[in-house]
């Protein structure tokens, strides 16, 4: 799932993408409609429409050229000249009308400016209800039998219903999928792409219920890490912790967890049914980042941890949230004791 970030991406899919399918929804309905013009024997109004056809093949050459702009502009005027001479040549009881209505849609999802919109949105209504007084007062063009204005009629509810419903429902989407993945970017570290500690409480949540086989909690801290900062910049910093979180990543199954903690903190959970196994697999994260140096530009870092190793059996009765404690009073211990090394909990050592 991508977010629609840049503005690129944004005029794609909203003006691209959902106007071709507009476009060429309306290239599909010459199918039907010219064959009734011809058979009403308006020549008039199917010569116009056949003309617009050519010129609907034109607007999506444009739109591919991502001249969305001028596209809609000639699109919409199309429509809606059309629309009132089909209106004045038919009768509003035809329901050509219904297009003023969709084109007031579809200029709400333009790229013009806000002004334009409502100028536009203001020329489609003064246009229905010019038609409407106009029909008021004279009767249509073309006289035609009633069964062809109720198929005109039925067609066109038909065709605008469908218009707008797409339309809503593309919209709909493309905002359900930036809302998703802008849930996903807030639960993510901006640096290391790691869980951030929303992300972690939101699994705690889900976890209270869970009966976990074996559970092994690590903090871990990166030694000396504010004399890397003041030594060689925050820049520096910030590509150890990037660094460091991919070493994570690398020494951690798919099932376990890795987040960042809060500045050089980071916290691995990790399910697993015997001491022994975590044990070995904290002594393996400290090892790797012990003996990996860190290069940065012409820097060549060599980068130590402390990590303090919480294990939890199935027969103790603890939250996640107290191992997450007790793996933190460990981490200090650990910090305590000279850094560079793992402190694991009785259950491990036992």
């Known amino acids: 799932m991508r977010l629609l970030s840049e503005k690129h991406d944004i005029e794609y899919w909203q003006y691209s993408k959902q106007a071709n399918i507009v476009y060429l929804s309306t290239l599909a309905s010459y199918v039907v409609i010219l064959p009734l ?3 009403v024997g308006n020549q008039m109004i199917f010569n116009i429409n056949f003309f617009t056809m050519f ?3 034109y607007v999506l050459y444009l739109n591919r050229k991502q001249r969305y702009g001028f596209a809609s502009f000639l699109f ?5 000249i059309v629309t009132s001479m089909e209106n004045i040549a038919f009768g509003m009881e035809a329901g050509f009308g219904l297009f003023h209505l969709n084109m007031s849609i579809l200029i709400v999802y333009t790229n013009w400016k806000d002004r334009y919109k409502l100028l536009g949105v203001i020329i489609q209504a003064a246009i229905f209800i010019a038609s409407f007084f106009f029909l008021e ?3 249509p063009l073309t006289t035609i039998e009633p069964v062809f204005k109720e198929i005109f009629f039925v067609m066109n509810v038909l065709l605008n219903i469908t218009a707008v419903a797409h339309s809503a429902y593309y919209y709909e989407n493309i905002a359900k999928r930036n809302r998703e ?14 869980p951030n500690r929303l992300s972690l409480n939101q699994y705690l949540t889900k976890s209270i219920d869970k009966d976990y086989k074996g559970l092994g909690v690590m903090m871990i801290d990166i030694d000396h890490f504010k004399q890397i900062n003041d030594t060689h910049g925050h820049l520096v910093g910030d590509e150890v912790l990037i660094k460091i979180a991919e070493l994570l990543k690398k020494s951690i199954r798919g099932e376990d967890l890795v987040v960042r903690y809060g500045g050089e903190e980071f916290l691995v959970i990790m ?4 001491a022994r196994f975590f044990r070995e697999k904290s002594q393996k994260v400290l090892e790797l980042i012990q003996s990996t140096p860190i290069q940065v530009g012409n820097l060549n870092l060599n980068v130590t941890v402390s990590i303090g190793a919480f294990y939890n059996c199935c027969s103790e009765v603890l939250s ?3 191992c997450i404690r007790n793996a933190d009073n460990l981490l200090y211990d650990a910090k305590q004791a000279g850094r560079n090394q793992v402190i ?6 036992g």
């Open 344 to 349: 694991h909990n009785q259950a491990i050592e």
């Open 181 to 194: 993945k802008l849930e996903d970017i807030a639960r993510q570290d901006h640096l290391t792409g790691l």
């Open 76 to 80: 919409i005027s199309m429509v809606t």
């Open 37 to 39: 013009f011809y058979l």
């Open 320 to 322: 996640l949230e107290d």
């Open 55 to 57: 010129i609907t093949v």
């Open 137 to 139: 007062l004279y009767a």
């Open 271 to 274: 399910e697993m049914e015997r």
